[in-house]
Each structure stands twice: as structure tokens, then as C-alpha cells.
């Protein structure tokens, strides 16, 4: 039975995935192959290619936010994202092709305005891609067109893999919760991006035989590095004590 893994955007909140990995782990699940969107399409890619949870957890914690993006002083974003692409560059193989497992990452065309899969060719640049929030980081230009973050589209990109894999793991890291106060400017803004990119992932969940998503995922915010440590043991945990192997042997007994 081939098991696949589709993985959520959800900036820092994306740090859950690793948790949720690692209790999987733990409990002899692996897989065979693995999507993802923008933080997902990250771990995503460091997990496809061979590193553990506990590993790809060290290289993102100490990724600070100072380091990872950079001023752009350009006319199609405020950031860049060098210092990221420093770590993948020496964390990951340059192109998908080298990678352990298969991995699918999501990105939107900005001219045509229709999400892409990138499944191969320059591994770095479609994270990259995948990764980059309309206006906040630049644009990342690829064979001449221009891409940004696949979450506006594809927060979870299930319907890319749904077809090589018997049993499909959706992990979803931008669970709603009922209970917000609007308190200021940017926390309306940021929930308004989150009930956008949560109800298009929400499309895809019936694509999912097994749904992971730890409730009360946006008392996080999405840029909030002091959380990492709290974030990747609440996945871990919340993984931990609320799957057992069973749940990921279903689709042989039918």
C-alpha cells in the first residue's frame, strides 16, 4: 500500500507539521510520497529528502526571521528570502529528481492565475515560489513567469497526489476557532488571509483518508518565531495521542 502525506501553508503555524511527522514516525508510519504549499512545500521538501523530524525541527528553529528574508527594494515586494534559500540550498539536493521521495509543491502562476504543481526540475526556486506572499516577498520568476505563494489557491494540495497513493494524510495547521477578538489592524488582516486560504484546504479534505488538524491553530500567529518550540510539541502531541498506526492501515482491510 502506497501512503502519501499532503502538507498545509501556515507560515510559522507550519512548524506543526514537523510535530505531527515525528509522532508519526514514532509510530512506524512512512510514506511514499508528499505535497505541499508554501511552509508545507518546506518541511515537505526536507522530509522528502531523507531528514528526520528531529533534524528538519533543528535547521527551522534556528532560522531566525531577521535571517531568513532580506529588504528587496523592489517594485514586486518589500522582502526577500535569501537567507532561506541559503539553508535549503545547503539542506536539499537542486533538483527534485535527487530527492528520496517524490514531492509536489504548489505555487500560483500571477499571469495566468492558476495554480502549478512543480514535481520537477530546480527543487530551491519552486519552494521558493511556493513560498512567496504576494507583495510582502518578492515575486520568483521561473522559466519567465512569475510565481507566488500556492496558498491563494491550493493551501492543501491533495488533488496533486491523490492518484499515486492508496492512503492519503491530509495535515492541516489553520484550524479555526471560533473565539477571536478583534483587538487591532493587522490581526483582522491576518484572520481574513486565514479564512481565505483555510476554505479553499477545507475543499480538498473529502481528497483525505486520514485528517490531521490540532484545534485552535490560529491563537498562533502566522510570524510568530517565540512559539516554535510550543507549536512543534503541540503537533507532536496532539498526533501523538489522538492517532495510533491503525488509522493509516484502513485502506488495506478494504
Request: charged letters at 20%.
Amino acid at each position: 500500500m502506497k501512503r502519501g502525506i499532503v502538507l498545509s501553508g501556515g507560515g510559522i503555524r507550519g512548524i506543526a507539521h514537523i510535530g505531527i511527522l515525528k509522532a508519526l514516525d514514532e509510530k512506524g508510519v512512512t510514506f511514499d510520497c508528499v505535497a505541499g504549499t508554501s511552509a508545507g512545500s518546506i518541511v515537505g521538501a526536507l522530509y522528502a529528502a531523507g531528514h528526520t523530524p528531529d533534524k528538519i525541527f533543528e535547521l527551522l528553529k534556528h532560522l531566525s526571521f531577521f535571517k531568513a528574508v532580506r529588504p528587496a527594494f523592489a517594485w514586486t515586494g518589500l522582502l526577500t528570502m535569501d537567507g532561506l534559500k541559503e539553508m535549503l540550498t545547503k539542506n536539499l539536493p537542486s533538483d527534485f529528481s535527487i530527492l528520496k521521495l517524490p514531492l509536489t509543491v504548489a505555487a500560483i502562476n500571477i499571469r495566468s492565475g492558476k495554480a502549478h504543481y512543480f514535481t520537477e526540475g530546480d527543487l530551491i526556486t519552486a519552494i521558493l515560489a511556493s513560498s512567496s506572499i504576494p507583495a510582502i516577498f518578492n515575486t520568483v520568476n521561473v522559466n519567465g513567469n512569475m510565481f507566488v505563494d500556492g496558498g491563494l489557491l491550493d493551501n492543501l494540495p491533495a488533488k496533486s497526489i491523490r492518484g499515486n497513493c492508496d492512503l492519503l494524510v491530509g495535515s492541516h495547521c489553520n484550524n479555526l476557532s471560533a473565539d477571536f477578538d478583534v483587538t487591532n489592524m493587522k490581526l483582522v488582516l491576518e484572520r481574513s488571509m486565514l479564512i481565505s486560504i483555510n476554505a479553499n484546504a477545507q475543499l480538498n479534505k473529502p481528497l483525505c483518508d486520514v485528517w490531521i488538524e490540532p484545534p485552535g491553530m490560529d491563537r498562533y500567529s502566522s510570524m510568530d518565531l517565540s512559539k516554535v518550540q510550543e507549536i512543534f510539541e503541540y503537533g507532536y502531541r496532539f498526533a501523538k495521542d489522538n492517532f495510533t498506526s491503525a488509522h493509516f492501515e484502513k485502506q488495506v482491510a478494504a
